[in-house]
């Protein structure tokens, strides 16, 4: 309800799961559908090494760039503190509140009892804590991740969103044609990742694709001369007229 009182407030556009979704269905249904099943939801073991989830993850970092690049926009979890957190008119903010007031809401909302509540919350968190840690290896709860962090039962939302809003004039000083380049790198960094990672003729569980200012830089092992060279060419086609720089090593080798 913050965000949404946010972006009302600014006249920005909300980023939810739903839009998320819908960009991620441009990719094709099978990837809503595997959205649907792995988003926020902690991955089995077999699911970590798996490319679906491994391509989602992917599909969601360039959705998340991609919808950052238009600029006043206010995004919905889903890891953007972290993929942002290079960009420095990105004001990246936590909300918590306590327990019981989350047991109280989701009771009301949803009709059931508290121990209902309760277990629903509990489960939630943990799933979301989960898959997190795994599609991007941090801790959701982390301070240091955060521009600012609100606790609900020592103030009111309206205090919230007014506190957030004063905060939007310091962040657009720091547009600066620097930092948005910045961004569209890493925005382009990940389209080329995500066109790797999407195409299950390859599979490279070590694959990092970064933009260095100069150049897309490929790391990794691949399995042989065939799957990295396939690798290459999947990048050179995705990222255009930027130059690519292939590290990848072969397996063995």
């Not at 508290?114 to 991007?136: G, T, V």
């Not at 200012?213 to 990048?235: C, F, S, Y």
Request: net charge positive; charged share 30%; aromatic share 8%.
């Amino acid at each position: 309800e913050i965000g949404k009182a946010v972006a009302r407030n600014l006249k920005y556009a909300y980023v939810s799961k739903s839009t998320i979704y819908r960009d991620i269905e441009k990719h094709g249904e099978q990837w809503l559908k595997w959205g649907a099943e792995l988003d926020e939801h902690a991955p089995s073991i077999w699911e970590r090494y798996d490319r679906s989830f491994a391509g989602y993850v992917s599909l969601l970092e360039h959705c998340i760039y991609e919808l950052a690049l238009k600029n006043n926009v206010v995004i919905l979890g889903r890891g953007g503190n972290w993929l942002l957190q290079e960009i420095p008119y990105a004001l990246r903010v936590r909300i918590i509140a306590p327990m019981e007031d989350r047991i109280r809401l989701v009771s009301e909302r949803e009709g059931v009892n508290r121990e209902a509540a309760e277990k629903i919350l509990r489960f939630s968190d943990h799933e979301r804590s989960i898959f997190l840690k795994k599609a991007y290896h941090r801790d959701w709860s982390h301070p240091d991740d955060y521009d600012m962090t609100f606790n609900t039962s020592h103030m009111g939302r309206d205090e919230v969103v007014k506190l957030i809003i004063d905060e939007i004039p310091a962040r657009d000083k720091q547009t600066t044609p620097k930092a948005q380049e910045r961004l569209r790198q890493m925005a382009l960094a990940a389209r080329v990742k995500s066109d790797i990672r999407t195409d299950f003729h390859v599979f490279i569980p070590t694959l990092e694709v970064v933009h260095d200012g100069t150049a897309i830089v490929l790391r990794g092992v691949a399995r042989d001369l065939k799957q990295r060279k396939k690798v290459e060419e999947i990048a050179r086609g995705s990222a255009g007229p930027t130059k690519i720089r292939s590290e990848l090593h072969v397996r063995g080798t």
